[in-house]
């Protein structure tokens, strides 16, 4: 394993592992699908097992991981998943009950082409599903889009932080590019799992034994009182609109003298990025705001560059979801156009210059 | 500096792996780089491609649209990528894999005898490294002992007796590599 600050070159999907070991997660369960699979071919490698104490444990389906997850995240670990489009939609039901529960955990999604089970190929066709909640019920995750495998790696704890200072499930929405790529990442430091002694300090709802003094705790989503029900459901949104307040997240790049927006997140912000370099060699000015977090989604900001520019294209791999975002945002003070290509087949930069100069027309 | 390539063949030629050693030898040299396989359920005999970028500053798209060398060891490969690379730009084919070789004027063309000079060192193993060596003589974008250092960190270290063999295939690449035709 690499020592602090060394660069390494690996792939995004070990990147994952490694920064689960590091920042100190208590159990990964989880089962193969490719593009993602690596995640758990790294940690299997690593067995974190013998050194931090980690349990890793292949489950025999999605619906047992997540639901392993669910359990391991009542008790106050740091527990995470991962899986690839058709894993994680099978996972939607517990991922629902989670969020209904109030529990800290971390899904990772390696996007690939879907409906169905679809290509193995890249894709970000899983944004609705990701941003709008998935299961059932009024819910909404945490969702960071990394656009660099040193994102994968340094977003692995952050979601952590995010998810067990609201109580809510974060995911990490990745893609088959992101996840396969290779590049150079410095991993995050090791920080000891936390102890049960601190668990039970920081996380005073966690199941972790009443020792005969306290109240026992409780973990469920069920209240069939529905004035009950009401309430959970009001205390929630409550927590949403503070997420949304605190926790926005983007990257602005050349915005300041733009007179056209690119929107793109995780992989396709890498490829829109060198189109807008590709643009302004050609003279035109163009801007691109990545959003990190796609839930919280930085509507505010887009709403501030509508003011500013005369048109904005949302480059996605999908047939067109963030773009429905975009256009909330901006209400129609500009226009909104979407260039995707689909089915895990990944743009490349040139076709998304050309759909700029469509857009431009 | 950078180099944006393309390299393209059969699942079991070492192409995934030969653009591995070039991406760890760019790290070697505290460049920057990235290592873009087009992953897919392949095998040995499908086709297998990888982009890779070495680059003195940051990179942002691991996608290309053009490459600036192309290093094709295929049929399939040469009719998806030759129109794919760079006016000026460089393709680098081996002549085993190609029976009908690029016709465009307006770059330069390399051809390399990998396959066979392999064969005469006794090694087909050595045919990605020899391939490596051709292209390194053509653009020098990271040393020959930095290739050495990636060697010794990505394999494992029962397989280190075997660097000096992958050192001299390199040398021999650099070596045997012809132009064919100049843009």
């Not at chain 1, 307040?245 to 007179?259: F, L």
């Not at chain 2, 045919?127 to 051709?134: A, C, E, Q, R």
Request: proline share 6%.
């Amino acid at each position: 394993m690499a020592t602090e600050k060394e660069v390494v070159l690996m792939k995004g999907n070990e990147a994952i592992a490694h920064a689960a070991i590091r920042c100190g997660a208590d159990g990964y369960f989880g089962y193969p699908i490719t593009p993602q699979s690596e995640v758990l071919e790294t940690l299997a490698e690593q067995k974190p097992w013998e050194t931090t104490g980690m349990v890793v444990l292949q489950a025999e389906s999605e619906v047992a991981s997540i639901n392993m997850v669910y359990g391991g995240a009542g008790a106050g670990k740091r527990v995470l998943t991962s899986s690839s489009s058709p894993g994680v939609s099978l996972m939607q039901e517990g991922i629902s009950y989670i969020a209904g529960a109030e529990l800290p955990c971390l899904v990772v999604n390696v996007m690939r082409g879907g409906p169905g089970l679809g290509t193995i190929q890249p894709s970000q066709a899983d944004y609705f599903q990701s941003v709008k909640g998935g299961g059932h019920g009024d819910y909404r995750l945490i969702v960071l889009a990394p656009a660099s495998v040193q994102e994968m790696a340094d977003f692995v704890d952050l979601s952590f932080e995010l998810a067990f200072k609201y109580r809510n499930p974060a995911m990490i929405l990745s893609d088959g590019v992101i996840g396969q790529m290779m590049e150079k990442v410095v991993l995050p430091p090791f920080k000891p799992r936390r102890t049960e002694e601190e668990i039970r300090e920081e996380c005073p709802w966690a199941t972790t034994g009443r020792h005969g003094k306290r109240q026992p705790n409780i973990i469920t989503s069920l209240e069939l009182d529905p004035a009950e029900m009401e309430k959970r459901n009001i205390k929630l949104q409550e927590k949403y609109r503070l997420i949304e307040e605190n926790e926005v997240r983007y990257e602005e790049i050349n915005c300041e003298d733009a007179e056209y927006l690119i929107v793109a997140f995780g992989s396709c912000a890498r490829i829109a990025q060198k189109a807008m370099d590709d643009a302004r060699a050609q003279g035109i000015k163009v801007g691109l705001l990545r959003p990190i977090t796609l839930w919280p989604f930085p509507s505010k900001q887009i709403a501030e560059r509508a003011k500013q520019v005369k048109g904005i294209l949302s480059v996605e791999i999908n047939a067109g979801q963030m773009v429905e975002d975009i256009r909330l945002a901006v209400e129609g003070r500009v226009p909104v156009q979407h260039f995707g290509r689909l089915g895990g087949i990944v743009p490349d930069p040139d076709e998304v210059v050309n759909a700029l100069k469509g857009l431009i027309g | 500096m950078k180099e944006e390539i393309i390299i393209a063949g059969f699942g079991g030629q070492g192409v995934l792996s030969m653009g591995k050693i070039l991406a760890y030898s760019g790290l070697m040299e505290d460049k920057e780089v990235t290592w873009m396989p087009a992953y897919g359920p392949e095998q040995r005999g499908g086709t297998a491609n990888v982009t890779v970028i070495v680059s003195d500053e940051r990179i942002s798209s691991p996608i290309l649209s053009q490459y600036d060398v192309a290093i094709i060891l295929n049929q399939p490969s040469l009719e998806k990528f030759e129109n794919k690379v760079k006016p000026g730009g460089i393709i680098i084919y081996d002549s085993y894999g190609i029976a009908t070789p690029p016709m465009r004027k307006d770059i330069h063309v390399f051809r390399i005898d990998a396959m066979d000079a392999a064969a005469e060192m006794g090694n087909g193993k050595a045919f990605n490294m020899i391939v490596l060596g051709g292209l390194l003589k053509l653009r020098p974008m990271v040393s020959i002992d930095s290739v050495v250092k990636a060697l010794r960190k990505t394999l494992p270290e029962r397989h280190h007796h075997l660097i000096p063999m992958n050192e001299e295939a390199i040398r021999k690449g650099m070596e045997i590599i012809k132009e064919i035709h100049q843009a």
